[in-house]
């Protein structure tokens, strides 16, 4: 019940109050709501059934490329394109996941097969004149377009991110209290055991990957639609990966808010460093990085396992 | 009725023979021990037929079906569970939840795995442990929750892997009436255990695998007195 008045009230800050904020602070905002849907993206997969993958700027990047192109090219309504983005993604996802899976990587050896995925999708952009090679792709500057995914202002991509933050949760919710929740996480815990308990570690590895993946190349073209550039670096580039995973280990890999949480600590994080240390170049990552060796070093559950710890130590 | 037929079961791990032509019959409905000193391979046998590891040579059928190739938890769906020698519950999960995860071997319905797992916890006697988590479990709990998991996935073959091992005699005195209640319900036990004075009281047949190989099999009487089961135990006298 408190859960309930707590949510509905967070609902509505976040409703209300970027009507007020200025540009600036409208703008990390937007970049806390990509980052915790990002965050919940991976969450699926990373939190939940434990496959740390490093790589997904691979699905990220065929959702900024997909919608993109398709309107570029053809013309058809990046709303559209997303879909078709999140498809694809999905296709590449299940085929990379059954070779991973099926030749039984774990841990660290699946991490860095996915990161393998990801630069090859890179260097394949790289070198592909057709998808505008290192230079990218640029949305050119049009009028505003809501059927084109294209917004006179930033408010309206804030309630987009905002909302498909929101169903990103729900989603997480849905699977939570699932059979394939739980055959996740026991899969996290133990595979061995899970598959002696019944549990078919394969085809839900598969499906968490399905989720994930399509999420997040949803995530890939609103990045792609909001900041009407996209390159390879960007896109398919380490840096996409590590933020999305970010996110859910500072703030609670396998919980439901965790990734958001993350996100709203992280993001200002990042931020204030950066405005703190300006003109000092590369200094602002490193004090980005001390910080997230404190967290990872004294939080090894995130904020989530911290409070729930905590809730269980008063109980 | 015949529940599961080992034909001539071999396993061999490069030139090491773990299980050599090993063969055994149980009937529905009973229970069976397996002992033998360590290293005898009674493990490997349990590996093989929970689908773990494929024997190298020879036919494994359970309930008429070759079950040789099979996933683990594609037989486990077949109704042939197991739990582990080392005790692995998912220690981050609560207890319900661990055994929850087994229930949904026969259901993909979240009330009903609670349900089904609760009435088994009922069973085992950690109901008022469901909210813990694993990891807060003593080690007789943790045999228990093993136990629980594996009789959640609803089998009609369980294997028990010395769910006794480290518990002292009052505890084990617990969990041979736990036995004896998971057979009342119609589970039939195939189980390796080291603590012989349960193993006596528990099995109607005992098979004796040294070396790999089964030297005695029969009623536990007679293959306690059997010389070649006391030498694999105790050595020759020379």
Known sequence: MAAEVLGGAALALLLVVPLLLPPYFLEILISVMLFGYLGAAWNILGGYAGQFSFGHAAYFGIGAYTSTLLFLRLGVSPWLGMLVGGVLATTFGLAAGYLSFRYGLRGPYFSLVTLAFAEMLRVVAVNTKAVGSSLGLVIPSREAAPWHFVFGSKLPYYYVILAMAIAALWVTRRVERSKLGYSLQAIRENEEAAEAAGVDALGMKLRAMAISSFMTALGGTFYAQYFAYIDPAITFGPSVSIQGLLQAIVGGAGTVLGPVLGAFVLTPVSELSRAAMRGRAGVDVMVYGLILILVISFLPHGLMGWARRRRRAGA | ?238
């Open chain 2, 1 to 238: 009725m015949t529940l599961l037929e080992v034909d001539g079961v071999s396993k061999r791990f490069g030139g090491l023979t773990a299980v050599s032509s090993f063969s055994l019959e149980l009937a529905a409905g009973e229970i069976v021990g397996l002992i033998g000193p360590n290293g005898a391979g009674k493990t490997t046998v349990f590996h093989l037929l929970s689908g773990f590891q494929p024997p190298s040579e020879g036919a494994i059928r359970f309930k008429g079906a070759s079950i040789v190739g099979v996933k683990p938890h594609a037989i486990c769906r077949r109704g042939l569970a197991r739990t582990f020698q080392i005790v692995q519950p998912f220690v981050n999960l609560t207890v319900l939840d661990n055994v929850m995860v087994g229930a949904f071997n026969r259901t993909d319905d979240v009330t009903a795995a609670r349900r089904r797992a609760t009435e088994v916890l009922d069973v085992v006697g950690l109901g008022p442990r469901r909210d813990a988590l694993a990891r807060e479990l003593t080690l007789p709990d943790r045999k228990r929750l093993e136990m629980a998991r594996g009789l959640a996935t609803q089998p009609e073959l369980l294997l028990l892997d010395e769910v006794m091992s480290g518990l002292n005699p009052t505890e084990i005195e617990a969990i041979i009436a736990l036995i004896r209640r998971i057979h009342a319900q119609g589970v039939t036990l195939l189980i390796i255990e080291h603590v012989m004075r349960a193993i006596m009281a528990l099995s109607q047949r005992i098979v004796v695998l040294h070396h790999g190989e089964t030297i005695a099999a029969g009623r536990p009487a007679d293959v306690a007195r059997d010389p070649r089961v006391v030498e694999a135990y105790l050595g020759t006298a020379s």
